[in-house]
């Protein structure tokens, strides 16, 4: 008789190790346990459905139900929660609808993924308020937002001011709709720092977008269970809908209820090849934490890649051959309207602190092509580096373009732990089209570098 | 009295090095030889003048001659060529139009560049027929397109199918002439090899560009003075004009005949500081040789990040902060009409063996945005590794967006060491905008990853 490896949650992390431990050893019998009806999408893709720009949700779909079933020969159950483990016996228990049913495995995955963080005030039930990190979610705010399902909105408040909120700034204005965001920080998009958010909330001021910073949302208003507003300590600001989008929390309760271990973060503990505490029991995806290179230590940083990779490694030790998941540097990216912003690594002072540096930062501007060449737009780098070993230790940047990809050569370099003299030494790539002979990176690396001697 | 620090040449290199260590030390004497008119130009960007992207010749410079005279108090001296070299006395010989005088220093730098190498056929020196290596060619060739001296070519050759000629063929292309590039080799883009350059070569017929790989030119044809016809061994190919664009050779002459110690490329040899075999001299840019890091030898790629840094550094160093040159890998980029076409490493199968590498290499194509995003289109990646090591080698890619900045990932790398694994568990950003989940970088790192186990 075969081994049976277990999987909970189809998306990302739960089908990449699914269908690399299948492939990697197809005497293995795969199941994954999926408690709603979609498997292997693209939630990133969930803002540009909404906008437009995607047509129909089923694009967003990588891989089918079917194709895992018939063509990967995973015995994929959708619908199905799991909502118990039990280390000892090495079983789940599952829910179909149907009844509960106890499922063996000799190795288990919890892939449970994230869920949307709802905010404790009034009004999160009133009709035209929604949450955003499922694939219903998404087909009920399109299907508002185009109208049809009732009134099309003419004003909507989007309470968080992190990637989905901007990115939903974007969708919702591309269908006419004012937006007003409400942000309880100081500043948006909190991981890339006060510079690096300056920019784009000048940016999201200038295509029409309602800032409100260091704005706590104290209730949602309705009238006849309908949203009206949004009420903060201030003032009331009448709205047609409501998009809550206040950050994700892990879904980490099934597993810490079994007794396995859950990190600082909130997130599920792991080692180097995914394990828990529990040998036979593996985490990854947004449920999970992952291992911070630049700061040495755990990290919960939910994103796609992360949870692809770790997934496919995982799926790989346990057809056979063992892989470690790898390390993140915390590298993220987010287009807010024309702007493109990333980040990676530790930019923020007091975390490089936390962490045991001595963080010196280094603000440079510029250009994305040859200065002379048609099209050159500015880009805003903000780099941060070590004094005592003069190591990189992050980098935030903004700028209309080059900047998505640019990011990677930071990102690079923190993996390998570089310094940043070593940074500026580094042969980038050079035509008047693409960069200046100095790539920013380059220069900011370089500038920084001068002001660590 | 000061010290005095003579530079020949005042392009990239060497007014780099007279900034830098004007700079590092006021009180250092700098003198910049040029024998011609333009300094700190930034020659790359002449096929865009000519094409018509930039306005004026003018455009192209970064930092006027009066600016360095004025603003820099850098002694430098226009239509004044050095024509020898004595080390034993310390002193350069100048001829500047009006005489030839003696001129001492206590630290030299070469940076004399490259040259145009003018194939050994009859019919250069006919009327229509251009090289492309000064700024005074570009305005030629401009003035030549724009119909601005005599008659505007209906149609033009290329002979040479590498950076330059691929860049002339589009700005020719651009003023509506009709372009035949003639290749002696079997592809275009010879250090980017087959793969890559087979797309480019498919894109420029696309374009309606006329391609004769694997043709050697044996004349320039002419009719009383003027160029007439392409001459090959089998055809003869009428046209109105000619560019010759077949490499550049380093102007590492000068310094030879003083003595000092020229590499197996033929460019000036330099330890890590930019010395040469005398402690006085250094040599950077265009005629000097630098350390490529990935088969740790002395390599001669002629490109203008390497001439900026290099100067940069030589003249920390002579400014009394000792500056190591850095290293290269030979990352290059150029645009080709709509494509982005790079390379980095060593991509070569008999480089890399002469480098004492087993290398395995692999070909992937990949999106450059997310499958269901709008506009995302296919990147090529061919990458090379070692099969005893597992180390990275190279890689080069092609695709119309996401190239030129993705290759610096790859070269980042490199520096770095890393293996090939290493690579596949890089945290590279992601946004459906932007990338796929997996960046194609990855994608191919993963499926070469494999191939090396």
Same mark, same amino acid.
């Given at each position: 008789m075969g081994e049976t490896f277990v999987v909970i949650g189809g998306d990302a992390a739960g089908m990449s190790a699914a269908s690399k431990a299948k492939r990697e050893n197809p005497d293995l019998d795969v199941i994954v346990f999926e408690k709603g009806e979609w498997v292997s999408y693209g939630a990133c893709?969930?803002?540009?459905?909404?906008?437009?720009?995607?047509?129909?949700?089923?694009?967003?779909?990588?891989?089918?139900?079917?194709?895992?079933?018939?063509?990967?020969?995973?015995?994929?159950?959708?619908?199905?929660? %799991?909502?118990?483990?039990?280390?000892?016996?090495?079983?789940?228990?599952?829910?179909?609808?149907?009844?509960?049913?106890?499922q063996e495995y000799d190795d288990l995955l919890v892939a449970?993924?994230?869920?949307?963080?709802?905010?404790?005030?009034?009004?999160?039930?009133?009709?035209?308020?929604?949450?955003?990190?499922?694939?219903?979610?998404?087909?009920?705010?399109?299907?508002?937002?185009?109208?049809?399902?009732?009134?099309?909105?003419?004003?909507?408040?989007?309470?968080?001011?992190?990637?989905?909120?901007?990115?939903? =700034?974007?969708?919702?204005?591309?269908?006419?709709?004012? %937006?007003?965001?409400?942000?309880?920080l100081p500043h948006v998009l909190a991981p890339f720092g006060e510079t690096i958010a300056e920019e784009v909330e000048d940016h999201l001021r200038e295509q029409g977008v309602s800032l409100h910073l260091d704005t706590l949302v104290e209730e949602i208003g309705g009238e006849e269970d309908r949203v009206a507003a949004v009420e903060t300590e201030d003032d009331s600001y009448p709205v047609d809908a409501v998009l809550v989008a206040t950050g994700v929390a892990p879904n980490s309760e099934l597993a810490e209820e079994a007794g396995i271990e859950v990190g600082e973060t909130g997130a599920i503990a792991t080692d180097e090849y995914g394990r828990t505490n529990d040998d036979n029991v593996f985490a990854a995806g947004d449920c999970a934490e992952a291992h911070n290179v630049v700061a040495d230590a755990p990290d919960y940083v939910p994103l796609a890649l992360t949870a692809n990779r770790a997934g496919r490694a995982i799926g790989s030790t346990v057809g056979g051959d063992p892989t470690e998941v790898g390390d993140i540097v915390g590298t993220a990216v987010v287009k807010v309207f024309d702007l493109e912003v990333?980040?990676?690594?530790?930019?923020?002072?007091?975390?490089?602190?936390?962490?045991?540096?001595?963080?010196?930062?280094?603000?440079?501007?510029?250009?994305?092509? =040859?200065?002379?060449?048609?099209?050159?737009?500015?880009?805003?780098?903000?780099?941060?580096?070590?004094?005592?070993?003069?190591?990189?230790?992050?980098?935030?940047?903004?700028?209309?373009?080059?900047?998505?990809?640019?990011?990677?050569? %930071?990102?690079?370099?923190?993996h390998a732990g570089m310094t940043v003299e070593e940074v500026q030494n580094l042969d980038l790539s050079y035509a008047p089209p693409f960069s200046p002979v100095w790539d920013p990176v380059l220069t900011a690396a370089k500038v920084l570098s001068g002001k660590l001697e």
């Open positions: 893709g969930m803002p540009y459905y909404v906008k437009g720009d995607i047509d129909e949700l089923e694009d967003l779909v990588a891989i089918t139900p079917e194709e895992f079933r018939e063509e990967r020969n995973i015995d994929l159950r959708t619908h199905s929660e %799991v909502v118990g483990i039990d280390r000892e016996a090495q079983t789940v228990t599952v829910e179909n609808g149907e009844g509960t049913y106890e449970t993924g994230a869920r949307a963080i709802e905010p404790p005030i009034d009004g999160m039930d009133l009709d035209g308020v929604f949450t955003f990190h499922s694939m219903e979610s998404a087909r009920d705010v399109r299907d508002t937002v185009a109208g049809e399902s009732g009134e099309k909105p003419e004003s909507v408040g989007i309470i968080g001011g992190g990637y989905i909120g901007l990115e939903m =700034a974007e969708a919702f204005d591309a269908r006419g709709i004012d %937006v007003s965001v409400f942000e309880m990333a980040r990676t690594g530790i930019t923020d002072t007091e975390e490089a602190e936390q962490a045991g540096f001595d963080p010196v930062t280094q603000v440079i501007t510029a250009g994305s092509r =040859a200065h002379y060449y048609p099209g050159d737009e500015p880009i805003t780098i903000e780099m941060v580096g070590d004094r005592e070993t003069g190591r990189l230790l992050g980098a935030a940047m903004v700028g209309e373009e080059g900047v998505a990809k640019r990011i990677d050569t %930071v990102a690079t370099a923190l």
